[in-house]
């Protein structure tokens, strides 16, 4: 069975500080891995996925199938990070299997 | 702009009562989800829909049912609230049958039972 891990509840970074949110995952196929955001009051919404490689509000994540690890970096917080962010995996049956989420705090 | 609604924002309702949870999509997408938000445990997956009138159980159904008797349209049904079903539900659609790929999230209803 699919299994998303993000072993940190919450972190907190200084503004300017390098942040990085940790996903691991389970799965024996070929995965499709998703990190969500949810500002505050806001709804849910995506942040980035794997297959595009791109680099979104100064994020990136690198898929690293030897880890089995998704995580997500940013070289310089900022205050406006601070969100819940959640690590998310596709799988071929069809189903999003997500992470228990971070809090991410950006203190200034 | 693409757009997911959900027709309660929040709501209150008493043990044993039938709730009903509404959701909207307006991009023609063939699958829909509902999930339940709870701090600590994440996003856990309730029912799915891949098309009309056809259902799918997520990871934990008990004590849910849902309806998809048009492609735009998927509601949640709760036969008898609980208390333990006080919590933050989620409805989502993607694009890609089979497959999610990105999910458009609604704002989420909040649901309290007393």
């Known amino acids: 069975a699919q299994r998303v891990t993000q072993p940190e509840k919450l972190l907190s970074v200084f503004k300017g500080a390098p942040v990085e949110l940790k996903c691991n995952y389970s799965?024996?196929?070929?995965?499709?891995l998703f990190w969500y955001v949810q500002y505050s009051r806001q709804r849910l919404q995506l942040l980035l996925r794997?297959?595009s490689r791109e680099s979104i509000k100064g994020f990136t994540a690198d898929l690293n199938k030897g880890e089995t690890s998704f995580h997500l970096k940013k070289p310089f917080a900022q205050e406006e990070d601070s969100a819940m962010y959640y690590c998310?995996?596709?799988?071929?049956?069809?189903?999003?299997?997500f992470g228990d989420g971070t809090t991410l705090t950006v203190k200034p | 702009d693409v757009k997911v609604t959900q027709s309660s924002r929040y709501l209150v309702k008493r043990t044993g009562e039938k709730v009903f949870l509404e959701c909207v999509q307006d991009?023609?997408?063939?699958?829909m989800f509902w999930y339940r938000q709870d701090p600590g445990l994440g996003l856990r997956l309730i029912y799915f829909?891949?098309?009309?009138?056809?259902?799918e159980k997520g990871d934990i159904p008990e004590g849910y049912s849902v309806s998809r008797e048009k492609k735009e349209r998927f509601s949640l049904i709760l036969e008898s609230a609980s208390t333990n079903q006080t919590s933050m539900y989620l409805c989502?659609?993607?694009?890609?049958?089979?497959?999610?790929?990105?999910?458009?999230f609604g704002e989420g209803s909040r649901l309290t039972v007393l």
């Open positions: 989502a659609s993607s694009h890609l049958q089979g497959s999610p790929g990105e999910l458009f």
């Open positions: 799965y024996s196929g070929s995965p499709e």
């Open positions: 794997h297959i």
């Open positions: 998310a995996l596709n799988t071929n049956a069809g189903k999003s299997t």
């Open positions: 991009m023609d997408h063939e699958n």
């Open positions: 829909s891949y098309d009309v009138k056809m259902k």
